[in-house]
């Protein structure tokens, strides 16, 4: 991908660092498990940046750049709200939604490649050789 692209997910990841740092969420293990599942999104969206912009995702058929930004922005959300809520959010409600979310970010980004075809080799039937 150009660079552009790079600067523009680095301003996303330290406009996202920034607003979880600065705004005044209640720090608790569910903001703990919201923003560590913030990063890893991020990571895996990095990842799938990096293949390219012809690299399709093999699970809806969409180039992997745009299951990327699909799925960080779904993970914006539910971090955030998490963030919001993590005063009166459960530790397990937000391991079980960063968990299903972590898991489809993953399974969507993924690019499978079909196997190559080799060539069979030829067999000899056994019979006795002409030589």
Known sequence: MSR???IVWGAALLA????AALLPFAHTMTFLIAAVGLLMS???SAVALRRG????SDLMGMPLWQMAVGTLFIQ???AFLLMYFAGSCSWLIAVVVEGLILCVDAAALTEWK???EQPEAKQDEGGPTDG
């Not at 996202?16 to 607003?19: E, G, I, M, N």
């Not at 912009?53 to 399709?56: H, I, L, T, W, Y």
Request: hydrophobic residues 55%.
């Open 4 to 6: 552009t692209t790079w």
């Open 53 to 56: 912009k012809e690299a399709k």
């Open 76 to 78: 914006l959300i539910a």
């Open 16 to 19: 996202a660092v920034l607003c």
């Open 42 to 44: 991020f990571a895996l």
């Open 114 to 116: 079909e196997p190559e």
